[in-house]
């Protein structure tokens, strides 16, 4: 079975610009999460998705940020314009979503944003 | 709200040599317990989770951890470490019947030296 996948793995850009990254959860997953995971800390949730409705996105910085999930399968996270500060691994998890409280989240290899 | 403290950035430990990462947690709420972990260039991959029953959980490759609910503390421990074993640890916390919503520690790296 095929784990979460993300791409690209790797981007630089220079501030100002925009720049997106692309998850595609494991089959079935009905939950999908996009964390921020900075140097030297643990991962941060940014977004979490039951199907293609944004259920938590408390901290989600609105003003540069968003996020789809437009058929509840795979989910695109942007950034415009991108920050000196936005450089940071962000990483994508699935869940089933059918265990009700006791989901386990299986993680992606993550993204690495480097900001110029 | 939970929040998740890992007491040790850095365990550096000569191979087969025994290691407890720590974790400590706080909530005013029943919790899960998680530790996961994270080799280079890798994602998060769950090594072990308390979610009830008995507070002793062990994982396939060894580790262990207990819970203990009056020290809210949550270690990992393996009596043998491998080479292998050199990766970065993540423990975290979420409310009972809320698994979904994870609080992470800050990460222990375990460096196991031959």
């Known amino acids: 079975e095929a784990g979460v996948v993300q791409s690209p793995r790797y981007k630089i850009i220079e501030k100002k610009q925009p720049v997106a990254f692309w998850c595609n959860p494991i089959?079935?997953?009905?939950?999908l999460y996009w964390y921020l995971q900075n140097l030297g800390q643990g991962p941060e949730l940014l977004i979490r998705y039951e199907n293609e409705e944004a259920v938590d996105d408390s901290q989600l910085p609105k003003d540069r940020f968003s996020a789809e999930r437009l058929k509840g399968v795979d989910s695109t996270l942007k950034i415009q314009p991108a920050e000196l500060g936005d450089s940071a691994v962000y990483l994508c998890?699935?869940?089933?979503?059918?265990?009700?409280?006791?989901?386990?989240?299986?993680f992606g290899p993550g993204t690495r944003l480097t900001v110029l | 709200a939970q929040s998740v403290t890992q007491l040790d950035s850095q365990v550096p430990v000569f191979e087969e040599a025994p290691v407890e990462l720590r974790c400590n947690y706080s909530s005013s709420v029943s919790v899960y317990l998680f530790w996961y972990v994270q080799y280079p260039n890798q994602g998060l991959q769950l090594l072990l989770k308390y979610l009830s029953g008995s507070t002793l959980v062990e994982s396939i490759n060894g580790f262990e951890a207990e819970f203990n609910k009056s020290q809210t503390s949550f270690h990992l421990r393996k009596p043998s470490v491998h080479i292998s074993d050199t990766a970065e640890y993540f423990c975290a916390v979420s409310a009972r019947g809320s698994a979904r919503q994870l609080t992470f520690g800050s990460g222990t790296q375990l460096t196991v030296l031959p």
């Open positions: 998890a699935s869940s089933p979503g059918s265990s009700g409280s006791t989901d386990t989240q299986y």
């Open positions: 089959s079935g997953h009905n939950t």
